[in-house]
């Protein structure tokens, strides 16, 4: 056999065992190779309905503070000269807030002049360099507030135009026992908005607060201090729930339905309505408690009209209704008790903030169960919040 037979003989199996190893390797391959699935079809998807934006000029001029038919600014149209007193003309023109703010040259912090009628709350209001330069705000109880950042215009036209402070001195003045009438003594004056002094609390002292009583302070929600821009829009002052329901839940989309305790304040025996109509029915005890008292007590019946200021009118005919020739201004309440005008004055406090369950609901609460317990009323079924 020569020398290339047998290297033939050796190399033909190698060869053939190297070959049939490959094909293994190919058919090995070949098996385990993942396959890629058919792409499903996905489904047409329906074309959105994207809400058309709005600008802020439109929703300004859907606000109460573009309402030029309302009685804020048409009320003294008819007068004679028709212009807007110095004490009105802050909150009830443009003109008005502008000489408040100094922006037209005036001293800044007061209005020094009558307002002409014809205006509304226009943009340049609150869009201006002394608005954004507003660290702080005084309240009728002379106390400052600061910082309150881009709720401090709202703040200064929500702030009621009265305080404990004055009630006070009021008293003081007449000198006379809590159920005694004095001449001296009338309705004080606290009618407007009171939004911001209800959300502050007694660290404004908006309402009356008795001697010897701890009132609510700035009401918090959980950690967080909320302030006007926090829950409504600052150009349609729309309210927007859904900051009320990213903590609170309840089975309707009523925000009047939330409570966060179980407490019965106002003594009906239902817990499970929400924080408002427990204040509502705080609301109702002491207007009945008015009533009884000045019919009682002062020795002349008294009703009450809440679209009409001054609000409370004398009952000529007894029949604790308010006759449209009731309320008018000549036939307004007239006889007056220190009792009274606390009483009243906190009674439309809490009427004259419609949102006050939750602006501050502890406060008012506080507020009107001292003023039924200061009038004579059986508060032992209610509960005074701490």
Not at 72 to 92: N, R
Not at 209 to 225: D, L, T
Not at 352 to 373: F, I, K, T, W
């Amino acid at each position: 056999m020569t020398r290339q037979t047998e290297a033939f003989r050796w190399a033909f199996p190698c060869t053939l065992v190297l070959l049939l190893g490959v094909l293994a390797f190919l058919t090995a391959c070949e098996q385990n190779t993942p396959t890629v699935a058919a792409t499903p079809e996905c489904p047409e998807c329906p074309e959105l309905e994207c809400p058309e934006p709005v600008s802020y000029e439109e929703l300004w001029k859907s606000s109460a503070h573009a309402d030029e038919r309302a009685d804020a600014f048409v009320h003294w149209d008819e007068d004679d000269p028709p212009v807007i007193p110095e004490d009105c003309a802050k909150c009830h023109s443009r003109h008005g807030f502008v000489d408040f703010l100094g922006v037209d040259g005036t001293r800044p912090g007061r209005v020094d002049q009558v307002a002409p009628v014809g205006t509304t709350l226009t943009c340049f209001v609150c869009h201006n360099e002394a608005v954004m330069d507003m660290y702080s705000v005084a309240f009728p109880s002379g106390i400052e507030i600061a910082p309150v950042g881009a709720a401090a215009p709202c703040m200064q036209c929500h702030q009621g135009r009265s305080s404990a402070g004055a009630v006070n001195a009021a008293i003081s003045e007449a000198a006379v026992e809590d159920d005694e009438v004095s001449a001296d003594l009338s309705y004080i004056d606290n009618h407007h908005a009171v939004a911001a002094a209800t959300l502050l609390g007694a660290e404004v002292q908006g309402a009356y607060e008795y001697s010897g009583m701890a009132y609510h302070g700035r009401f918090v929600r959980g950690e967080e201090v909320f302030t006007c821009l926090d829950c409504h829009d600052n150009h349609s002052l729309e309210l927007g729930s859904e900051t009320c329901f990213d903590c609170h839940t309840v089975l309707t989309e009523n925000i009047r339905d939330i409570r966060v305790d179980t407490t019965d304040y106002d003594g009906d025996g239902d817990v499970s309505e929400g924080i408002a109509y427990e204040i509502e029915g705080l609301q109702e005890a002491l207007l009945a408690e008015i009533v009884m008292y000045a019919r009682d007590t002062v020795g002349k019946p008294i009703v009450y009209e809440s679209g009409a200021y001054p609000y409370f009118y004398i009952d000529t005919d007894g029949d604790g209704v308010t006759d449209p020739e009731e309320a008018v201004r000549d036939n307004r309440y007239d006889v007056w008790t220190p009792r009274l005008v606390r009483v009243v004055y906190n009674y439309l406090f809490v009427a004259n903030d419609r949102g006050a369950y939750a602006h501050n609901p502890d406060y008012v609460l506080q507020v009107l169960y001292d003023s039924l317990a200061d009038i004579g009323a059986d508060v032992t079924t209610m509960a005074r919040a701490n």
